[in-house]
């Protein structure tokens, strides 16, 4: 709900920039085939083999459900669409237990709908994945990393909450508590209008002691982005954007921006979500967030989220996206142009897909660039200690040193988020309260 009070706030630094590259379907990740399938060394079998971890209320094999559709209210049956994605209408019954109400969001994975709960008298998120056997697959990996972080999260403070799960007609459904925003949801209808730096250390902490959690239960996310850190609160309070009060009248809706009432966030999507083992090459990360060893193939692990949490961090800050690229070596070329050169050392143990991007020991750029375009979209980035200094008053040289810890190129000299979470950054605001 919207509230309109309007208060006064003490940030006068802070910009809006719009995403000035927008990003493209093909920068998000596809699910590996190495790892469809299997988790934890296991070979997937149907769904419900899973029983034992989860009791659905209802009925979850398709035959029961079509049996008894007039008890149930079930809705008739319908084809999927051409992507597999199943056909609903609003208001009808997904299952005798939930009533779509609304349709919150739509990804490569399939859709995301709101629904009434009748059994737990709430409303609640529902996944309804495509049915398709790799999403299928990648859809119960995603529910075994829920029930173990459920097991161990018993608050239910640092990842979203699974409620439930049922097989609907070919498609796996989960059920989840119902939250707010993305953080890139919240900034997209900010119009990419920065985050309080206080703000941004409050979910900034989160963050980390989420994936600390993870990494502590050998779990790596391996898909850390501003779409995929849901607010828990949708309520917010309006206040005024001081950068432009001067040119804009209040009745002027741009004189305002939004603010969160509540810091509290929860970390969602966990079908890229994989334990640790060796030798780990496939690409992982959306495009933005995705760290250097990875488009390199030299192997990742856990500093791969630490990486994107740093990028994470910088576009709470800014408003926009770090790194928007759509190429590997535009990629690399902004990293060095942000952070400083690449080190030799990894250059050369780049795999033989990543090997044309480095010449003589070095980057190859500009010589090697797609075109003037992308020349000059790297040479419009200002260093890192310069652009946190453009939109942070104070704490700056503290979050300009931990940033420079979270986005170090060598995966073992970067922080871990443990040790981050140590830093003065967030030590030292707890030292002031």
Not at 61 to 89: C, Q
Request: charged share 30%.
């Amino acid at each position: 709900m919207e509230t309109e009070r309007v208060t006064e706030f003490p940030f006068a630094h802070l910009d809006r920039r719009p995403r000035k590259r927008a990003r493209l379907g093909w920068d998000v990740p596809q699910a590996p085939k190495a790892q469809v399938g299997i988790f934890c060394g296991q070979e997937l079998g149907n769904v419900t083999s899973f029983a034992s971890f989860v009791a659905p209320a209802e009925p979850t094999t398709i035959s029961l459900f079509d049996k008894e559709v007039a008890r149930n209210g079930s809705p008739p049956w319908r084809e999927d669409d051409k992507d597999g994605h199943y056909m609903f209408s609003l208001g009808e019954n997904l299952t005798s237990r939930y009533k779509i109400q609304s349709k919150m969001g739509e990804g490569t994975f399939g859709q995301v709908l709101e629904c009434w709960d009748r059994e737990r008298k709430e409303m609640v998120a529902i996944k309804i994945v495509r049915g398709i056997k790799k999403y299928r697959e990648a859809a119960m990996i995603e529910i075994e990393v829920l029930q173990q972080l459920g097991k161990h999260d018993k608050g239910g403070n640092r990842c979203v909450q699974l409620r439930n799960w049922f097989d609907y007609r070919n498609h796996i459904c989960i059920v989840f508590e119902k939250l707010g925003p993305s953080l890139y949801d919240f900034l997209k209808k900010n119009n990419y209008r920065s985050f309080p730096i206080d703000l941004v250390r409050e979910i900034g902490r989160q963050l980390l002691e989420c994936v600390a959690f993870m990494h502590d239960l050998r779990l790596i996310h391996t898909d850390l982005k501003p779409e995929n850190i849901l607010l828990v609160s949708q309520d917010y309070i309006k206040v005024p954007d001081y950068n432009k009060s001067s040119s804009r009248s209040p009745k002027d809706s741009s004189y305002f921006k939004r603010i969160p009432k509540s810091s509290a966030i929860k970390v969602i999507d966990f079908g890229s979500t994989t334990y640790e083992r060796q030798d780990q090459t496939y690409i992982v990360s959306t495009r933005h967030y995705r760290a250097p060893e990875v488009i390199l193939g030299l192997g990742w692990t856990y500093p791969c989220d630490v990486w994107s949490i740093g990028c994470i961090l910088v576009e709470l800050c800014t408003g926009e996206a770090l790194f928007q690229t759509h190429e590997n070596l535009e990629h690399l070329a902004m990293m060095e142009r942000v952070l400083g050169p690449l080190p030799q050392h990894m250059l050369k143990r780049a795999d033989r897909h990543a090997e044309k991007y480095v010449r003589r020991g070095r980057l190859d750029w500009p010589e090697g660039a797609a075109s003037r375009e992308s020349i000059r979209a790297v040479q419009k980035l200002p260093r890192l200690q310069n652009l946190i200094m453009q939109h942070v008053d104070h704490s700056a040289g503290d979050l300009i040193h931990l940033l420079q810890g979270l986005l170090r190129y060598d995966p073992s000299d970067r922080l871990s988020a443990r040790e981050a979470l140590r830093h003065s950054f967030f030590t030292k605001d707890s030292l002031r309260r």
